[in-house]
């Protein structure tokens, strides 16, 4: 894939990051999708499960402008976006993945319901990704392929590479 490729897939990206369509992540982009996650699983924001997601998410806002945020506005636009995730990218593709961690162990645990602990039904997941943007039609086959080991339940780790693959790789 070409530079042009690369950076035009990434910029596709930035749409599911900035979940009120303000045109820039903002650090509301983040608070919002832990809002939609916790209604979603009828998880309080005053539970635990609900604190750990809204400081993931916190985590996960300043890992995001600490890789894009080149002018230091507390948003990230488009084209900072871009730069700042094509730079990181192709300098480690695992970091990029790694900033969302804690914001999805948290995610994990609100969706959770009878899944083994530190993983999400793909059911669940389906569900997760619609609420986080994901176009319904694709957040069911989505959530069945991060499932690698067709066990029903989708751990951490085939998360975060999911994430990590996302990124990088050139299909839509």
Do not use: C
């Amino acid at each position: 894939m070409d530079s042009a490729e690369y950076e035009g897939k990434i910029a596709s990206r930035f749409a599911a990051f900035d979940q009120d369509g303000s045109g820039y992540i903002d650090r509301e982009d983040f608070s919002g999708a832990a809002a939609a996650l916790l209604a979603e699983f009828g998880v309080t924001a005053r539970s635990d499960r609900g604190q750990a997601l809204y400081s993931g998410a916190e985590a996960f806002w300043q890992g995001m402008a600490g890789i894009a945020d080149v002018d230091g506005d507390q948003r990230v636009s488009r084209e900072e976006f871009v730069t700042g995730a094509v730079k990181r990218l192709r300098d480690n593709p695992e970091r990029f993945a790694e900033i969302a961690r804690p914001f999805l162990s948290a995610a994990i645990a609100v969706a959770a319901g009878e899944a083994p602990a530190g993983s999400v039904s793909v059911a669940a997941a389906a569900r997760a990704l619609k609420v986080l943007g994901v176009a319904p039609e694709v957040a069911a086959p989505v959530a069945r392929e991060l499932d690698a080991d067709g066990d029903g339940a989708i751990g951490e780790a085939e998360i975060l590479s999911g994430l990590a693959a996302y990124y990088v790789t050139p299909e839509p």
